[in-house]
């Protein structure tokens, strides 16, 4: 596999932990249970958004 193929491979694999991130958030998982599943840290859950994203998808929850 050369490294382009990788590099985009690694980016789509970025993508998805994103939106997973974004969904747990939208159904009222924290930001430190997000990380804990994720075996990260709170902060880098939070560093992986521009400021209020996550805030945003917290108001989406879902019933």
């Known amino acids: ?3 382009k ?3 985009q491979l690694a980016g789509d694999v970025d993508a998805i932990k ?3 991130v974004i969904d747990l958030i ?3 998982f924290s930001q430190d249970e997000v990380g ?3 075996g ?3 902060s880098t859950v939070s560093k992986m958004f521009p ?3 996550l805030k945003k998808a ?3 929850k879902k019933a």
Do not use: P, T
């Open 1 to 3: 596999m050369d490294n």
């Open 5 to 7: 193929k990788v590099e």
């Open 18 to 20: 994103k939106f997973m």
């Open 26 to 28: 939208s159904r009222g």
């Open 36 to 38: 804990k599943l994720m």
């Open 40 to 42: 990260a840290d709170q």
């Open 51 to 53: 400021g209020g994203i």
């Open 58 to 60: 917290r108001s989406l």
